[in-house]
């Protein structure tokens, strides 16, 4: 091993320390100056994971529903929502009990408003009453509403309201001067409006901009249109797993449609033990190989999360982390091999240059084995699966590689540099010679 002079070894220590340094803050620190913002690595996969997948929706059915009432309800959904373009909404009911919308990327790439069409399935239903106890109901948006739209006037935005025979008459019997008509959605009053003598067979709403007449629309649509009614209190919205399944989503692990994997969570919790167990054995036991190995896996984390955020198939989930994990545990395995050769070389008698330099080549070939073999597997899972597992091969393929590359290339030339930094100290790296 040629070994790298001191004032070399300290040149190579600072720059490298400056180019970790920042590659650890472009990772994780997010930046937003004036009009300037930076998600950093880390951001952007979360950025991605939340929108460019797409959106879920699981409502709970309140009380029970007949299986015609559920099938009406998801035509009713998947109507509603291809007039808000949405036409490729995936919506489906779960045993009778629950329906489930998938929202893909929006056609007009504006997320908040998928996620306001999600939030206001379960708006519960709309109603009119002479007052604010229910029992002066006379309107109820599933019994009596059959269409909803809205227009403009020269000065105002209106949302049209059209009855069937039984909600007309009640109408036309309560829409009278002097009344007060108090609008309800789920149970919870939106708004009140002081009545005068109807004039026409539909109710007409008006509104100063179009913006809030179109929201209130779309609320009195789900909250009349939809057959059931669904119980807020178990209503899931989140963000989809972003890799193709045979309707172009596939539903995250921890999603309520698939349940959380009790197994997975200790798998996951278990690797991260077994990483930071096995550090803290490294920096105790090898001392400067443990710094180092850490160091290795900061780098690592930055090649990794980098190249994660060029897919936007990269979702950071349990499923993801779990395998997250475990690409950090094989690399800290190849540390080991590494490690150990160095090991065996020196207790045979040879100075730690040159056990550097034998345990080197003699651990290169299986951690290349090791690394080759994680790389077809990421590749297999790639091509030949769908959701999360996909996912779960394309963090193995970068991880796999990038541990290999660096428990083959960077961690020795990192044991060079800290060698050249004191090189007459073997007890730095917690070796033993072999007692005869």
Not at 215 to 236: A, N, R
Not at 398 to 418: D, E, N, Q, R, T
Request: some cysteine.
């Amino acid at each position: 091993m040629k070994l790298i002079k001191k004032r070399t070894a300290k040149i190579l220590t600072i720059v490298i320390s400056i180019i970790i340094a920042i590659g650890l803050f472009v990772t994780f620190v997010p930046i937003s100056i004036g009009g300037f913002r930076y998600l950093s690595f880390a951001g952007n996969i979360k950025y991605g994971s939340d929108l460019k997948p797409g959106m879920y929706g699981e409502y709970v059915i309140d009380g029970t529903a007949t299986g015609d009432d559920v099938n009406k309800s998801v035509q009713s959904i998947k109507s509603i929502l291809e007039e808000y373009g949405y036409p490729n909404a995936n919506v489906y009911s779960v045993s009778n009990s629950k329906i489930r919308v998938e929202i893909g990327n929006a056609t007009n790439g504006n997320y908040e408003l998928t996620e306001k069409m999600l939030d206001a399935i379960d708006v519960g239903v709309f109603d009119l009453r002479t007052s604010t106890d229910s029992k002066d109901l006379f309107i109820n948006g599933q019994k009596h509403i059959t269409s909803v739209s809205i227009g403009n006037s020269s000065t105002y935005t209106y949302v049209k309201i059209t009855f069937n025979s039984e909600g007309l008459t009640n109408y036309l019997a309560k829409m009278k001067t002097g009344n007060t008509i108090y609008v309800y959605m789920g149970g919870d009053l939106q708004t009140s409006f002081q009545a005068s003598t109807a004039q026409y067979d539909d109710l007409y709403l008006t509104f100063n901009d179009y913006a809030s007449a179109y929201d209130f629309k779309l609320k009195v649509q789900l909250g009349s249109l939809v057959p059931v009614s669904f119980d807020k209190d178990f209503t899931e919205v989140n963000t989809m797993s972003p890799t193709l399944s045979n309707t172009g989503l596939t539903a995250d692990i921890n999603s309520a449609e698939y349940g959380k994997s009790d197994i997975l969570v200790c798998l996951s919790l278990g690797l991260t033990f077994a990483i930071l167990a096995s550090l803290a054995y490294l920096a105790i036991k090898h001392r400067a190989f443990g710094i180092i190995a850490i160091i290795t896996l900061l780098v690592e984390t930055i090649i990794g999360l980098f190249f994660m955020q060029l897919f936007n198939a990269v979702e950071v989930s349990l499923t993801s982390y779990g395998v997250l994990a475990f690409g950090y545990a094989i690399t800290i395995f190849e540390l080991f091999i590494y490690i150990n050769k160095v090991n065996n070389e020196f207790t045979l008698g040879k100075t730690i240059e040159a056990s550097l330099d034998g345990g080197y080549k003699k651990s290169i070939g299986t951690n290349a084995a090791i690394t080759v073999l994680l790389a077809v597997v990421g590749l297999l899972l790639i091509i030949f699966t769908k959701g999360a597992v996909k996912v779960s091969g394309i963090v193995l393929l970068i991880f796999g590689l990038a541990g290999g590359l660096l428990s083959m290339l960077v961690m020795p030339w990192f044991v060079k540099i800290y060698h050249g930094l004191n090189p007459n100290n073997e007890t730095h790296y917690g070796f033993a010679r072999r007692k005869n």
